[in-house]
């Protein structure tokens, strides 16, 4: 049974850092490219991150350029986004997704499995 497990969410005043981790179980992990979406209320799943199983590529969202950093660690089965400078339009709840197929990482569909979700808030 293929598992994701989201941690690291919480509450940050508006400037601060947080790192999300998404710990995966249950499939060979390193041959998944691996993706982060957001999502608020009311609104559609949106693409955050994704990278490429073996971390040759990454992709971000306009909106985190330059102040998150997406990475995995394929000995520990583990995705991390690390976000900075966060800002009020950064809450949402946090989803990590793995894909088994190549194409296209920047849109939900076709991510084969999901984790929960972990809330962040950001304070201003």
């Known amino acids: 049974q293929v598992q994701l497990v989201e941690s690291g969410g919480g509450l940050v005043q508006a400037g601060g850092s947080l790192r999300l981790s998404c710990a995966a179980s249950g499939h060979t992990f390193s041959t998944y490219a691996m993706g982060w979406f957001r999502q608020v209320p009311g609104k559609e799943r949106e693409f955050v991150a994704a990278i490429t199983w073996n971390g040759g590529t990454r992709y971000y969202a306009e909106f985190v350029k330059g102040r998150s950093t997406i990475s995995r660690d394929n000995a520990k089965n583990t995705m991390y986004l690390q976000m900075n400078s966060l800002n009020s339009e950064d809450t949402a709840v946090y989803y990590c997704?793995?894909?088994?197929?190549?194409?296209?990482?920047?849109?939900?569909?076709?991510?084969?499995?999901w984790g929960q979700g972990t809330q962040v808030t950001v304070s201003s």
């Open positions: 997704a793995s894909r088994y197929t190549t194409g296209y990482l920047l849109a939900p569909t076709g991510y084969n499995y």
